[in-house]
T-cell receptor, first 111, second 113 residues
């Protein structure tokens, strides 16, 4: 079992839809949780960053972490075609420790 | 501020040839990482540097891979000899402080024929 599991999709939605992306993890020592967005042939771009449990909102994006169930979520409201990309969840034990990534979910938002 | 710079962006070589990748992290970022991303997968750590010291190289295939970070700034990752299975995107990342907000470069896409 990988430490971070993510359904690789792909996922296709119409413009304006609410998108829900999810990951689970197995390592209880993880304290930091991130979502990265990766466009084709580009490096991952940090989208959301959360420490421990709770919610974090930034514009149309909301990240949730539930440490009791080891569940990580990203919600995208009013999705746009420009949101079409691969979304990677990641976790780390903290400090400058390595990030452990999920496989990535390819999202397509259709106009 | 400038982002993480990597070169080359693309490299095509034949198997058994050597190859090297270069990374310049964001100014002031003391921690530098090399990750490898296979097609359809998330990045996986190869090596982590704190300044010029390699503090986590447990996943670096040391028989053919080597890395250095002289003077604690830019870094070079080398493969010698390359194998077909080394075809992947090699990503460099750096972090400003202990809160682990890693910033990635654009990557080097390696194709081994």
């Amino acid at each position: 079992q990988k430490e971070v599991e993510q359904d690789p999709g792909p996922l296709s939605v119409p413009e304006g839809a609410i998108v829900s992306l999810n990951c689970t993890y197995s390592n209880s020592a993880f304290q930091y949780f991130m979502w990265y967005r990766q466009y084709s042939r580009k490096g991952p771009e940090l989208l959301m960053y959360t420490y421990s449990s709770g919610n974090k909102e930034d514009g149309r994006f909301t990240a949730q972490v539930d440490k009791s169930s080891k569940y990580i979520s990203l919600f995208i409201r009013d999705s746009q075609p420009s949101d079409s990309a691969t979304y990677l969840c990641a976790a780390s034990q903290g400090g400058s420790e390595k990030l452990v990534f999920g496989k990535g979910m390819k999202l397509t938002v259709n106009p | 501020e400038a982002g993480v710079v990597q070169s080359p962006r693309y490299k095509i070589i034949e198997k058994k040839q050597p190859v090297a990748f270069w990374c310049n992290p964001i100014s002031g970022h003391n921690t530098l990482y090399w990750y490898r991303q296979n097609l359809g997968q998330g990045p996986e750590l190869l090596i982590r540097y704190e300044n010029e010291e390699a503090v986590d190289d447990s996943q670096l295939p040391k028989d053919r891979f080597s890395a250095e970070r002289l003077k604690g700034v830019d870094s070079t990752l080398k493969i010698q000899p390359a194998e077909l299975g080394d075809s992947a995107v090699y990503l460099c990342a750096s972090v400003r402080d202990r809160h682990n907000e890693q910033f990635f470069g654009p990557g080097t896409r390696l194709t081994v024929l």
